[in-house]
């Protein structure tokens, strides 16, 4: 009984995570103004990429993918319903869009890092699946929509797939109920580090090459001026 609930458990999540990206990816190529073709690619690499990625680092063959029929037809039938709503319904998606984020982002982190533990590979490589299943397509998504990865520079993101992984991983929660829990918090602390702005610590050179062009203008000038002061100088 508890093995069947942990298999819907993961078709739950799988299909969660399946819809909330594939909307995610149509969503960001009608942004950048691509074809319905360019529509349903970045749908299908934003739910998709993630766990091919996975699938990867644990061995599993990339071809699994194709089995995966209910799957690409949920994130088929998301795109379409994305390309054809009206764009005052997309609008208001956008308020929603972090939340729908996090949702698969949790989803998605779980799901990797059930399926990596069933595995039995060590317990890095289940936190590292939890991570790339929860990121890894939004990464691809944003390197082919040419925009930097959200998910390396905004509020704290794939720190929470990891975290998922490393509470899986260890089996400090085992059965639907603390799974579904799981859930739930995930997606309350990538709220909370969207509207708190928690930021992990970062260093930026673009403040100091900034300054290296001002002083570099500054002293321009200067040294420009001297041959000028000799040249008069001969004239008197």
């Not at 950048?32 to 990429?49: K, P, Q």
């Not at 059965?175 to 990538?190: D, M, T, W």
């Not at 040294?223 to 000799?230: D, G, N, Y």
């Given at each position: 009984?508890?093995?069947?609930?942990?298999?819907?458990?993961?078709?739950?999540?799988?299909?969660?995570?399946?819809?909330?990206?594939?909307?995610?990816?149509?969503?960001?190529?009608?942004?950048?103004?691509?074809?319905?073709?360019?529509?349903?690619?970045?749908?299908?690499?934003?739910?998709?990429?993630?766990?091919?990625?996975?699938?990867?680092?644990?061995?599993?063959?990339?071809?699994?993918?194709?089995?995966?029929?209910?799957?690409?037809?949920t994130a088929i039938i998301a795109a379409f319903l994305v390309f054809v709503v009206p764009l005052s319904w997309i609008r208001k998606w956008k308020m929603w869009e972090s939340f729908f984020d996090a949702?698969?982002?949790?989803?998605?982190?779980?799901?990797?890092?059930?399926?990596?533990?069933?595995?039995?590979?060590?317990?890095?490589?289940?936190?590292?699946?939890?991570?790339?299943?929860?990121?890894?397509?939004?990464?691809?998504?944003?390197?082919?929509?040419?925009?930097?990865?959200?998910?390396?520079?905004d509020e704290i993101y794939a720190v929470w797939g990891l975290l998922s992984g490393l509470v899986i991983g260890l089996?400090?929660?085992?059965?639907?109920?603390?799974?579904?829990?799981?859930?739930?918090?995930?997606?309350?602390?990538?709220?909370?580090?969207?509207?708190?702005?928690?930021?992990?610590?970062?260093?930026?050179?673009?403040?100091?090459?900034?300054?290296?062009?001002?002083?570099?203008?500054?002293?321009?000038?200067?040294?420009?001026?001297?041959?000028?002061?000799?040249?008069?100088?001969?004239?008197?």
């Open positions: 009984m508890e093995a069947l609930l942990e298999i819907n458990l993961q078709l739950l999540f799988s299909v969660i995570g399946t819809i909330a990206f594939a909307v995610s990816g149509a969503v960001v190529a009608m942004e950048e103004e691509y074809d319905i073709l360019g529509v349903f690619v970045l749908a299908l690499v934003t739910a998709f990429g993630g766990g091919v990625v996975r699938n990867l680092l644990i061995g599993i063959p990339v071809t699994t993918l194709w089995e995966q029929g209910l799957y690409l037809r949702i698969g982002l949790s989803a998605f982190s779980i799901q990797g890092a059930m399926y990596a533990a069933q595995m039995n590979v060590p317990l890095s490589a289940v936190m590292v699946a939890a991570m790339l299943t929860g990121i890894g397509g939004g990464i691809i998504r944003d390197v082919l929509a040419g925009r930097k990865p959200l998910v390396l520079r089996g400090i929660i085992e059965g639907p109920v603390p799974v579904l829990s799981l859930f739930f918090a995930i997606v309350a602390l990538r709220m909370l580090s969207v509207q708190l702005q928690w930021r992990l610590p970062r260093r930026s050179l673009r403040l100091h090459d900034e300054m290296s062009a001002h002083v570099s203008s500054a002293a321009t000038p200067l040294a420009s001026s001297k041959p000028e002061t000799k040249e008069a100088a001969k004239g008197e």
